[in-house]
């Protein structure tokens, strides 16, 4: 791997686990103002709004610049997120600012990875960045319980500035101001993301001719037999990743009775497993098998629905590594092969706009579904399962769809899958002398 590739590492890490240990001081925000239940789920897809909302632009934005400085402009909107949150805005408004740091910075962190490396590369780097951002969900997660909890929060809370209030008198809003201090550090390694040859894309001076762009990428994506099965894997599978955020804690709050500080670390135990099935993914599997590993979804699913049954914390472990897993293990095939179908088709950062805005959708409509179902008077127990055998039937779905594939496009399957297997294939060493 390129040196590049691990300045890129250590600014996705700090980046995302600022994000993460975020978004457990949001939730302890609004519990310390008594807001109710409907609204801490709401955090969730308030999040996934701007991905939603600017996906026909961010792409062609981050075309448009160097990708480590549209990087380093999108943790700057995530720091003012965050003084929003502490200077009155409402959570869910100021998380939702957050969100668009979020969004603009996604497609420069995937994109630049196709500029920088070649196709063969590409599971090895997802594995290494999804195994990474997953650690940094597992420390963000922690970091957040620990901010917000009685020992660390009453030490921040005792820093006294001489002949200045700074207002902060609760412990989510001093984890919020240390979090401040760690989208600093990731915009540093952002200043020293390296150039690429890759040609940029100029913004068009009227911005509105990108939603036709946008629609006839979107839907190049979808008509590709090869893109559409990745795409619908991913989509789902992050649409449920994002939301088990908010679902475990709540579901630790009724099964086992925890506060946020603890049920923050079930969450990282979540993240470990997808740790080990991305870094199992990035050993075991080549670009072109990604739609084979689509039955683990189904499994996923499954395992969300039993958990329902689990009372004793250390048998919730098990399940929660067991989910973890299986979601890593599926999501870096499918994710490299995503990415390889759409640079191939329309570019890298147009392609991971596409990704960003169904994956989003998604967490979106299940996030406000489970809100609007909490809102309502479902318990959490009946949310749960109706969510995993949601997960698990559209799973099936997209299982039957591509076999069908197989059989009535059988030879265009072939021939893109041949493509992914051509590219992905290692390129044989130039001799010191042949370089350029």
């Given at each position: 791997?390129?040196?590049?590739?691990?300045?890129?590492m250590?600014?996705?890490?700090?980046?995302?686990?600022?994000?993460?240990?975020?978004?457990?001081?949001?939730?302890?925000l609004?519990?310390?103002?008594?807001?109710?239940?409907?609204?801490?789920?709401?955090l969730?897809?308030?999040?996934?709004?701007?991905?939603?909302?600017?996906?026909?632009?961010?792409?062609?934005?981050?075309?448009?610049?160097?990708?480590?400085?549209?990087?380093?402009?999108?943790?700057?909107?995530?720091?003012?997120?965050?003084?929003?949150?502490?200077?009155?805005?409402?959570p869910?408004?100021?998380?939702?600012?957050?969100?668009?740091?979020?969004?603009?910075?996604?497609?420069?962190?995937?994109?630049?990875?196709?500029?920088?490396?070649?196709?063969?590369?590409?599971?090895?780097?997802?594995?290494?960045?999804?195994?990474?951002?997953?650690?940094?969900?597992?420390?963000?997660?922690?970091?957040?319980?620990?901010?917000?909890?009685?020992?660390a929060?009453?030490?921040?809370?005792?820093?006294?500035?001489?002949?200045?209030?700074?207002?902060?008198?609760?412990?989510?809003?001093?984890?919020?101001?240390?979090?401040?201090?760690?989208?600093?550090?990731?915009?540093?390694?952002n200043?020293?993301?390296?150039?690429?040859?890759?040609?940029?894309?100029?913004?068009?001076?009227?911005?509105?001719?990108?939603?036709?762009?946008?629609?006839?990428?979107?839907?190049?994506?979808?008509?590709?037999k090869?893109?559409?099965?990745s795409?619908?894997?991913?989509?789902?599978?992050?649409?449920?990743?994002?939301?088990?955020?908010?679902?475990?804690?709540?579901?630790?709050?009724?099964?086992?009775?925890?506060?946020?500080?603890?049920?923050?670390?079930?969450?990282?135990?979540?993240?470990?497993?997808?740790?080990?099935?991305?870094?199992?993914?990035?050993?075991?599997?080549?670009l072109?098998?990604?739609?084979?590993?689509i039955?683990?979804?189904?499994?996923?699913?499954?395992?969300?629905?039993?958990?329902?049954?689990?009372?004793?914390?250390?048998?919730?472990?098990?399940?929660?590594?067991?989910?973890?897993?299986?979601?890593?293990?599926?999501?870096?095939?499918?994710?490299a092969?995503?990415q390889?179908r759409?640079?191939?088709?329309?570019?890298?950062?147009?392609?991971?706009?596409?990704?960003?805005?169904?994956?989003?959708?998604?967490?979106?409509?299940?996030?406000?579904?489970?809100?609007?179902?909490?809102?309502?008077?479902?318990?959490?127990?009946?949310?749960?399962?109706?969510?995993g055998?949601?997960?698990?039937?559209?799973?099936?779905?997209?299982?039957?769809?591509?076999?069908?594939?197989?059989?009535?496009?059988?030879?265009?399957?072939?021939?893109?899958?041949?493509?992914?297997?051509?590219?992905?294939?290692?390129?044989?060493?130039?001799?010191?002398?042949?370089?350029s």
């Amino acid at each position: 791997m390129k040196r590049g590739f691990f300045i890129i590492m250590a600014a996705q890490f700090f980046s995302s686990l600022a994000d993460n240990a975020l978004f457990v001081a949001a939730v302890q925000l609004l519990r310390t103002h008594h807001a109710p239940d409907w609204q801490q789920a709401a955090l969730v897809p308030m999040f996934a709004l701007f991905y939603v909302v600017l996906a026909p632009f961010v792409g062609a934005f981050a075309d448009s610049l160097p990708k480590g400085r549209v990087m380093l402009i999108s943790n700057f909107i995530k720091v003012a997120g965050c003084l929003f949150m502490l200077f009155g805005t409402h959570p869910l408004l100021a998380y939702a600012v957050v969100g668009l740091g979020a969004a603009a910075y996604s497609p420069a962190k995937y994109g630049i990875l196709t500029e920088l490396l070649p196709a063969s590369q590409l599971v090895k780097a997802n594995g290494w960045i999804e195994g990474l951002t997953i650690g940094s969900i597992i420390l963000g997660v922690l970091l957040g319980g620990l901010l917000v909890g009685h020992h660390a929060s009453q030490r921040l809370l005792a820093v006294d500035i001489p002949f200045i209030n700074t207002g902060i008198d609760t412990p989510a809003e001093a984890a919020i101001c240390v979090l401040i201090f760690v989208y600093l550090l990731a915009a540093l390694f952002n200043l020293h993301i390296p150039l690429t040859s890759a040609p940029l894309r100029p913004m068009p001076v009227r911005w509105m001719c990108l939603l036709p762009d946008f629609w006839q990428c979107n839907t190049r994506l979808w008509r590709d037999k090869l893109g559409q099965i990745s795409l619908a894997a991913t989509t789902l599978i992050w649409g449920v990743a994002g939301n088990l955020r908010y679902i475990v804690l709540a579901w630790a709050a009724t099964a086992l009775g925890y506060s946020v500080t603890r049920a923050s670390a079930l969450q990282g135990v979540v993240a470990i497993g997808m740790a080990l099935g991305a870094i199992a993914a990035s050993v075991r599997m080549r670009l072109e098998d990604g739609p084979r590993v689509i039955s683990v979804g189904i499994a996923m699913g499954g395992m969300i629905v039993l958990l329902i049954f689990v009372r004793d914390v250390w048998i919730a472990g098990i399940f929660l590594i067991g989910m973890g897993l299986l979601g890593g293990f599926l999501v870096v095939p499918m994710n490299a092969l995503l990415q390889h179908r759409g640079h191939n088709l329309m570019g890298a950062g147009r392609s991971i706009a596409v990704q960003n805005f169904n994956e989003q959708a998604c967490i979106l409509v299940l996030g406000a579904s489970y809100s609007l179902a909490t809102g309502m008077g479902l318990p959490t127990m009946g949310a749960v399962i109706t969510f995993g055998v949601t997960i698990a039937g559209l799973m099936y779905v997209i299982k039957r769809w591509h076999e069908r594939n197989c059989v009535v496009h059988a030879a265009e399957v072939d021939r893109l899958l041949s493509i992914a297997r051509n590219d992905a294939a290692p390129v044989p060493a130039v001799a010191e002398h042949d370089k350029s």
